[in-house]
């Protein structure tokens, strides 16, 4: 079953994380000095808070699937709907191993599609110098107006990756 995907940036992350905790009646996920991930049946979402250094507010939305093949055919339908969409393939971010396509909608809100299969010791692999530097989250290789269905290297000029 695919979950709905939030993603936040915060100023304070202990505050956001007492918050959170409250408002969901669960403690996090996941929880490192950076980040934190609540992974909700109730309601049916993957909620997470970063204090990276970016603008507060949402990164980026996003739809997390169970299978490669929902990937795939999610995949597909980002790009019938016509924007760009990368694929960043094995990606190591937000402590975890993912496959994963990114796209915008037609106002320029992110949207991270992304298959887990398993678990990561560091935070976002080898884009963490991106995330320090504000810069957006997308796979590098980025251009606005092209399509691309092929693999995309993570954390150039536009990564942040999670």
Same mark, same amino acid.
């Given at each position: 079953?695919?979950?709905?995907?939030?993603?936040?940036?915060?100023?304070?992350?202990?505050?956001s994380?007492?918050?959170?905790?409250?408002?969901?009646?669960?403690?996090?996920?996941?929880?490192?000095?950076?980040?934190?991930?609540w992974?909700?049946?109730?309601?049916?979402i993957?909620?997470?808070?970063s204090?990276?250094?970016?603008?507060?507010?949402?990164?980026?939305?996003?739809?997390?699937?169970?299978?490669?093949?929902?990937?795939?055919?999610?995949?597909?339908?980002?790009?019938?709907?016509?924007?760009?969409?990368?694929?960043?393939?094995?990606?190591t971010?937000?402590?975890?191993?993912?496959?994963?396509?990114? &796209?915008?909608?037609p106002?320029?809100?992110?949207?991270? &599609?992304? !298959?887990?299969?398993?678990?990561?010791?560091?935070?976002?692999?080898?884009?963490?110098?991106?995330?320090?530097?504000?810069?957006?989250?997308?796979?590098?290789? !980025?251009?606005?107006?092209s399509?691309?269905?092929?693999?995309?290297?993570?954390?150039?000029?536009?990564?942040?990756?999670?």
């Open positions: 079953m695919n979950r709905f995907h939030v993603h936040l940036n915060v100023s304070d992350l202990d505050a994380v007492r918050f959170y905790t409250e408002l969901f009646a669960a403690s996090p996920t996941v929880k490192k000095h950076d980040y934190a991930k992974m909700l049946d109730d309601p049916r993957n909620f997470a808070i204090n990276a250094g970016r603008a507060q507010g949402i990164d980026h939305l996003g739809i997390q699937v169970d299978s490669d093949d929902a990937l795939q055919q999610l995949g597909e339908r980002l790009d019938a709907a016509g924007q760009t969409v990368l694929a960043e393939p094995d990606a971010c937000c402590y975890a191993k993912s496959d994963k396509f990114w &796209t915008e909608d106002q320029g809100t992110r949207w991270e &599609t992304f !298959h887990t299969f398993g678990e990561a010791t560091a935070d976002r692999g080898a884009s963490a110098a991106c995330a320090n530097e504000g810069e957006s989250c997308a796979p590098a290789g !980025h251009a606005p107006g399509r691309t269905a092929g693999p995309v290297a993570c954390c150039g000029s536009h990564a942040s990756c999670c």
